[in-house]
């Protein structure tokens, strides 16, 4: 019955998507613009068959229905209706299905932005390219990787239920969902960019609109990497959160050049420079979104994550290589004619400071994706398995990071085209006074290492450069006469929102990363050690039963804080949890881990301790991070008619828009 | 040339082209340093990864560098070792066995009959591993008590 559900929403997914490619090509090719305005009808069929697939998959996940093999593998009777609900994205079929339908969500909004523009030339090829991604995604379901498959052989009385580590902990069960938003939501900037090299026009208000979803993308993709730094960080116990792994850089890839190309869209929204190079970031952008799945859900990369091998392998690196090859074989076709008049004037100036954020953010893109995909083409040349090791990603990172702090303090104060000595001295003397002052205090404090040090003033001296602009687009915004909560909206405003979140975030990843103390106590019952400064006690071993989980967990006082150390087995699986202690604060984590408990319950605990100062600011800079983005993406303060623009202004053209529809 | 000029005009009048090539030879040079950098980079932290059997059958190559070890915890052969916190245990694969000596701190789920990779190299010229990472492979759960390459035998969640 379920599956049945399942597999017409599939097929009335597939339909919708073919046939609105059929009528949007058949229209584009003769000319037909109506044959285009019937085609976005369809992408609401899309969007009805993804959600009668997702309620045929979440019936059978709430009432266990063990016929279908995704949910005797993912679901059992034990599991509890969160986790059951969010076991739809628990592994391959069903985390396709979520993405088809986020596919299909953001073609609806898409549709509805531009309903009344679909003639232009920009828009109708846009539409195309969607629904042939959106088509892509539902062939995969009704091919290799169907999530309404029937189970082989005798139905299970009980599922295996969703991996332990899945339903340990809510940041999981909501994780891949802001990674889904973010990856799929390049879709739309990357097909309205593909429109723009069929037309062969730039369409400067389209690049406003593919800028605009790309930062909601950005904003969810950002939040996605955060919280599963979170979840790992909580739930491992292994005291870190990022470790380099190719499904972390298969979303962090798309990450890097998202932020290069919000940057550099900036140029040309106010320049009209780097048309070129902002199109082929954002066909990047949705490349590296695709590989990145490629790498982590065919099983050719082994990751710690794990992820099931499938037989979606090829499907994936093929759709990979149309992608690439149609965007490379576009630029090369138009890319003359869409070449910007004109360059960069000096290279002191805003749009150069882009630049050299474009360059450093595509230098770490580059390391991290050689980094990722060495060890294929290694094993590919000579089938020699290896692994690239921490050392290298760090090695290169935290320079270009670091380099990255300084253009962000700098490039804020300085002005478009040229700047000139005074103007820098004026605008940039009380954030660098800022960032030495905040040097010296904590080198007073007896803070010592260097890359801490140069890392911390740095960003003392990026986030005052930042407050700076805040301030100023306050008082700009008084001035109006508008509330100066004006200051944070708008595009550059925003910005520098999230400016100042990155900061939060490099102070606390530099401050885990220097001054972390680790390491492993034996402590008997009764007994009491000392590390760094906390006094660590062992009571007593117990039993707990929570929910569907029971385990073993020690009983141990931290600086008089009770701590509880678990390792925990979910629905009587034999495979054992642990869920490391955490004491949170803003200036420092205790954190502590069982490393094994004796039998019987008697004995000393042997525990992993690790003390991480500030760690939790990374957690609040990328809720910085994200605030700010989605500041951005609302409209700001209208710019004045004197100042020099290339574009349209964005609320102008929504006025143009509705006034053509009424 | 002043900075007021439109942009038309400017690039009519601008000495364009020399200004482009050299540009162009920068990025080439920037993009030539970066490469090779990359290139050395990646090339020296390649760690390798070898079954047991597969170490111990290349083991005159393998000399003392660091690698990734794979096997399987052998059932009672744990064993304390000479400092704190050390111990040395066998792991297995196939007809092979290899002897460990580790000062690492094991992962939870540590124990006999576990498939474990250890991060290490061999000691001197003997075929004795020295082990200072130890990660617990699982079949049906991603365990990352350390951040790494945990193979799982059939690749598979479940």
């Not at chain 1, 998202?258 to 199109?279: C, D, F, K, P």
């Not at chain 1, 260097?450 to 687009?473: D, W």
């Not at chain 1, 710019?639 to 929504?654: G, M």
């Not at chain 2, 699982?138 to 008590?145: E, F, R």
Request: glycine letters at 12%; hydrophobic letters at 50%.
């Amino acid at each position: 019955m379920n599956g049945t559900i399942g597999h017409v929403g599939l097929l009335v997914g597939l339909f919708g998507a073919v046939a609105g490619i059929a009528l949007a090509g058949a229209g584009i090719v003769t000319g037909r613009p109506w044959l285009v305005r019937r085609a976005r009808t369809y992408s609401y069929v899309v969007l009805f068959g993804a959600l009668v697939a997702v309620v045929g998959m979440e019936r059978a996940l709430l009432t266990h229905d063990f016929t279908l093999a995704f949910v005797a593998g993912n679901n059992s009777r034990e599991t509890p209706i969160l986790f059951s609900v969010t076991g739809l994205w628990s592994a391959l079929q069903g985390s396709i299905l979520l993405w088809s339908t986020i596919l299909a969500v953001y073609l609806v909004i898409f549709v509805r932005h531009v309903r009344n523009r679909v003639d232009e030339p920009v828009v109708s090829v846009a539409l195309l390219v969607s629904l042939v991604a959106a088509a892509f995604f539902f062939a995969l379901m009704i091919g290799p990787a169907d999530p309404f498959a029937a189970t082989v052989g005798a139905i299970p009385l009980d599922g295996a239920g969703p991996n332990a580590l899945l339903q340990d902990n809510i940041l999981d069960a909501v994780h891949p969902v802001f990674l889904y938003l973010g990856f799929v939501g390049f879709t739309v900037p990357f097909a309205i960019s593909i429109g723009s090299l069929v037309a062969g026009s730039v369409g400067e208000e389209w690049l406003a609109l593919a800028r605009r979803y790309a930062v909601v993308a950005f904003a969810f993709l950002t939040a996605g990497i955060v919280l599963g730094a979170w979840w790992s960080y909580d739930t491992f116990g292994w005291g870190g959160y990022w470790g380099w792994d190719p499904v972390e850089n298969a979303a962090l890839l798309p990450w890097l050049t998202a932020t290069a190309y919000l940057h550099s869209a900036m140029v040309q929204e106010r320049r009209g420079l780097l048309r070129i190079w902002n199109l082929s970031l954002l066909l990047a952008t949705y490349a590296l979104t695709i590989l990145g799945t490629f790498l982590t859900r065919s099983g050719v990369v082994q990751s710690v994550h794990a992820f099931s091998d499938s037989g979606i392998g090829p499907a994936l690196i093929s759709y990979f290589a149309v992608v690439v090859a149609v965007g490379v074989g576009l630029i090369g076709w138009r890319g003359d004619r869409l070449a910007s008049p004109g360059g960069i004037d000096a290279p002191v100036s805003r749009e150069g400071a882009f630049l050299v954020n474009n360059l450093i953010f595509s230098a770490i893109a580059l390391v991290v994706l050689v980094g990722t995909v060495f060890p294929l083409f290694v094993e590919a040349l000579n089938g020699q398995q290896v692994s690239i090791g921490r050392p290298y990603f760090d090695s290169f990172t935290v320079p270009l990071g670091i380099a990255l702090l300084f253009f962000m303090a700098v490039a804020p104060a300085l002005p478009w085209r040229k700047a000139s000595r005074g103007v820098l001295r004026r605008r940039l003397a009380l954030p660098a006074w800022a960032g030495g002052v905040t040097l010296v205090a904590l080198v007073a404090a007896g803070v010592r290492g260097l890359t801490p040090l140069v890392a911390f003033g740095l960003g003392a001296f990026a986030a005052a450069s930042a407050l700076r602009q805040l301030v100023l687009a306050a008082v700009t915004a008084r001035r109006h006469g508008l509330s100066a909560w004006r200051g944070v909206l708008g595009r550059a405003n925003g910005g520098m929102v999230v400016h100042i979140g990155i900061v939060i975030i490099a102070v606390g990843l530099t401050a885990a990363s220097s001054f972390a103390h680790e390491t492993a106590l034996t402590i008997q019952q009764g007994a009491t050690a000392h590390f760094e400064g906390h006094t660590i006690s062992f009571s007593s071993w117990e039993r707990y039963a929570n929910g569907n989980e029971k385990g073993r967990e020690a009983v141990m006082v931290v600086d008089g804080r009770r701590f509880y150390p678990r390792v925990g087995s979910f629905d009587g699986s034999s495979t054992g949890t642990a869920t490391p202690a955490i004491d949170s604060s803003p200036f420092e984590d205790v954190y502590l881990a069982l490393t094994s408990v004796p039998a019987g319950l008697v004995g000393p605990v042997t525990v992993d301790v690790f003390i991480q100062p500030l760690i939790a600011w990374l957690w609040a800079g990328g809720a910085v991070v994200v605030l700010g983005a989605l500041l951005s993406a609302a409209p700001g303060r209208r710019r004045r008619p004197t100042d020099p623009s290339s574009v349209p202004l964005p609320e102008l053209a929504d006025e143009l828009v509705g006034a053509a529809s009424r | 040339m002043t900075t007021v000029a439109t942009e038309p005009a400017r690039s009519v009048t601008r000495p364009y082209r020399p200004k482009r090539r050299r540009l162009g030879v920068a990025a080439a040079v920037l993009l030539g340093a970066m490469g090779f950098l990359i290139y050395k980079g990646v090339t020296s932290a390649v760690v390798y990864f070898k079954t047991a059997q597969q170490a111990v059958e290349a083991r005159a190559a393998l000399g003392n560098s660091t690698f990734q070890i794979e096997g399987t915890v052998v059932p009672g052969s744990k064993r304390a070792g000479t400092g704190s916190g050390n111990f040395s245990f066998e792991i297995s694969s196939g007809p092979v066995k290899v002897e460990v000596h580790n000062t690492g701190v094991p992962p939870q789920l540590f124990g006999p009959g576990v498939p474990v990779v250890l991060v290490g190299h061999f000691v001197g010229m003997t075929d004795t591993f020295a082990s200072d990472q130890i990660l617990v492979k699982h079949s049906n759960s991603y365990i990352a008590a350390h951040p790494n390459r945990v193979r799982g035998p059939n690749g598979s969640m479940h």
